[in-house]
């Protein structure tokens, strides 16, 4: 019997697709950017950072149940800041910017490992807390990213109206708030608008907490009530103002 000696079998070939990829990058700071948990935990930290600011903003506009002297000195305080106001401003830009970006990165990579459309999703419900607002994220956030635009178009460089307050001459922001919300299709428009941003902040809200690791399972149920909760009070909180001011009872 002839002992034929085989050839060791080649190491196997590592195949295509890992070829193709680009080597792992070096730094630390972009692997996490380009990992899951990484991208979850930035759409999570800069999520928590945007609902801080829009709860602030819904407290800061219901000043205007007071009076336009009260809600033009809170604009003037805030302005006086000066440049700390700008560079908040341009952090509170950075934040959209990313949250957007890296939440599109998620829904695409989501979309080509599960190529079934989210319509066709039947809502999970219980534990696994799929609903409506989950699934329409994406759509939520892109449209609230649109209205973002044609807001700050329409308030923080709209019309220049000025006013006096304790003797000094301070731009009128109740004033342009005020005629604006005069208009029926606007009152119409931001409902719309607040109902669907109550819908992504449902969701966004409960998935960065536990993102960010700060539900164990005992209270998962108890937070996902509460940032329903928090959603729909932030969502009436903005409402109350355009259809306070369209019904005559403010300003
Ligand atoms: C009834 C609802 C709302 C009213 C009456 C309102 C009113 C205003 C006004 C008057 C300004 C200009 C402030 C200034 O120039 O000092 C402003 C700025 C802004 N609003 Fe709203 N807003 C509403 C809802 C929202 C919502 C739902 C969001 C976010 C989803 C939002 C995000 C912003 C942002 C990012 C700015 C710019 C802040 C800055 O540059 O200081 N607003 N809003």
């Not at 219901?62 to 336009?68: A, K, M, T, V």
């Not at 952090?91 to 970006?101: G, K, N, R």
């Not at 932030?234 to 355009?242: K, V």
């Amino acid at each position: 019997m002839t002992n034929t000696l085989k050839a060791p079998a080649k190491a196997p070939k590592a195949n295509a697709e890992t070829d193709a990829e680009t080597p792992p990058p070096a730094s630390p700071l972009l692997r996490f950017y380009r990992s899951s948990l990484g991208k979850k935990l930035i759409t999570g930290a800069t999520g928590l950072a945007l609902v801080a600011f829009v709860l602030a903003h819904m407290v800061g506009n219901l000043l205007l149940f007071i009076g336009s002297d009260a809600y033009n000195a809170y604009a003037l305080l805030v302005s006086n800041f000066g440049v700390v106001y700008y560079a908040f401003e341009l952090a509170l830009t950075a934040i959209v910017v990313l949250h957007a970006w890296v939440g599109i990165e998620i829904f695409w990579r989501k979309r080509k490992a599960r190529p079934v459309g989210y319509s066709t999703y039947q809502s999970a419900g219980g534990p696994s807390y799929q609903t409506l607002s989950s699934r329409t994220m994406i759509v939520t956030g892109s449209v609230l990213a649109v209205f973002l635009v044609f807001h700050l178009r329409t308030f923080r460089f709209g019309t220049y109206y000025i006013t006096q307050l304790d003797g000094e001459t301070v731009r009128d922001l109740a004033r342009l708030v005020i005629e604006d919300f005069h208009r029926l299709p606007y009152v119409v428009g931001y409902s719309v608008i607040l109902l669907l941003l109550g819908s992504h902040l449902r969701h966004g809200l409960w998935s960065a907490l536990q993102s960010i690791g700060l539900l164990h399972r005992g209270i998962r149920p108890l937070a996902y009530g509460a940032s329903g909760a928090i959603a729909g009070g932030i969502a009436i909180g903005f409402l109350l103002l355009p259809w306070a001011i369209y019904l005559g009872w403010v300003g």
